[in-house]
């Protein structure tokens, strides 16, 4: 039967706070969680009974959460750790099978930078965007970095956004300026100062081929990346 309007089905706590939004993936539930002072972890949880199904803890923070790729009958989740707890320590791209949460692969990234947004894919390349003025694409099967025509692709620095649209892969970045990049080779097709005059701190909303910008201070922007 359905609960009272307003009454919780099940509830369950994690070992720290929520970052990024909580993943559907058949039965599961996926909550990625972080720390400052350096922890972080991902837990799947049953969607029916919010049971916890397993759980992987990092000795690095998150600040994104997951994503979640079907491939042949099975799925794999893939997040950012961020480094830095310790000068040069590097940050790791993580990949687990979703129905035991044990690592597939790892592969530590080239900067110690948080990730502030999933990766994203298409077909078999896996991009990942942080705070070190760079886009990286992987091989989401290897965990393999691409080094070949524009990858690593040159961004601004702070914040990164990565989106996916008709005209190729959009980053946006947290001083308010938006690349357009070719998804196959990382070279930039354009890119756009927006000159804002104030920092991106939330998320960009995207629909089609809008996009919906709002900085620290409030001031909103609609950008047609066409």
């Known amino acids: 039967c359905l609960p009272q309007p307003g009454k919780a089905f099940w509830q369950a706590r994690l070992p720290g706070r929520v970052v990024g939004r909580p993943v559907a993936a058949g039965d599961l539930l996926l909550c990625a969680w972080g720390e400052r002072t350096g922890r972080g972890g991902v837990v799947a949880l049953e969607r029916a009974t919010g049971q916890p199904r397993w759980e992987f803890e990092m000795p690095s ?3 994104a959460g997951v994503t ?3 491939h042949e009958g099975k799925a794999y989740v ?5 480094g830095g707890r310790v000068p040069g320590e590097r940050g790791w791209l993580y990949c ?4 035991d949460g044990r690592p597939a692969w790892t592969q530590p990234r080239p900067t110690s ?3 502030y947004a999933a990766p994203i894919l298409q077909e078999v390349r896996l991009y990942v965007g942080g705070d070190g003025s760079r886009v990286d694409c992987y091989d989401w099967r290897t965990g393999t970095a691409e080094q070949v025509g524009g990858w690593p692709a040159a961004t601004g620095p702070g914040r990164q ?4 649209c008709k005209s190729g892969l959009l980053a946006v970045t947290g001083i308010g300026e938006v690349h357009l990049l070719d998804p196959l080779t990382g070279r930039t097709c354009w890119a756009a100062p927006l000159r804002l005059g104030e920092s991106v701190r939330a998320a960009p909303i995207q629909q089609d081929e809008m996009l919906y910008i709002v900085t620290e201070a409030g001031a909103r922007l609609a950008l047609d990346v066409r």
């Open 61 to 63: 923070g998150l600040e």
């Open 68 to 70: 979640v790729h079907q």
């Open 78 to 82: 893939f997040f950012c750790g961020r």
């Open 96 to 99: 687990l099978r979703l129905e």
């Open 113 to 115: 930078g948080a990730c």
């Open 161 to 164: 956004w990565l989106y996916l």
